[in-house]
């Protein structure tokens, strides 16, 4: 014997126990394949946030058309030119962010009848409020836009 200590269980001096060079390369592949699962995820949740963003945003924009339409006057005595019936030129509203909506308004002065009638003696109306992305970006938020129906009955 040359004076050093054997451990029993694997033959080697005590100083020289450690991981084998297999060991550390498995270690290291499953570290990588965490690695690479926490990163889809984080991926994953930052483009669902967007889309959930961009959703809030498209309904922030929808309210702010609807009440411009409750708050036009729909009277026997006056209607505002905005809620004169027909399909409405689409507007482009963009956010504080820079995503740009596009606003599409149809008002259906006969409801009784199929298709958008335009009639100035109307006592009702249809009218549908749909706000989209003008520039959809992949993902879920593409496929949903924000609608309304609103109906308007003539008031004193």
Known sequence: MNGLRRNTANGRPPHEG???LVEVSIAMVV?????LGIF???????NFNAGNNSRAQALAVLQQEVELIRAAKFT????????????????IVTSADGNRFRVDVVI?????????QTDLNS????????VTLDRPT??????VPSGVLLRRSMSN
């Open 18 to 20: 450690g991981f084998s």
């Open 31 to 35: 570290l990588m394949i965490v690695i």
């Open 40 to 46: 889809v995820a984080f991926t994953f949740a930052v």
């Open 76 to 91: 026997m005595n006056r209607t505002d030119a905005n809620l004169d019936g027909g399909v409405k030129p689409t507007r």
């Open 108 to 116: 259906d002065d006969d409801v009784t009848v199929s298709g958008v």
């Open 123 to 130: 006592k009702m109306k249809d009218i549908t409020v749909s």
């Open 138 to 143: 992949p993902g879920w938020q593409t496929s």
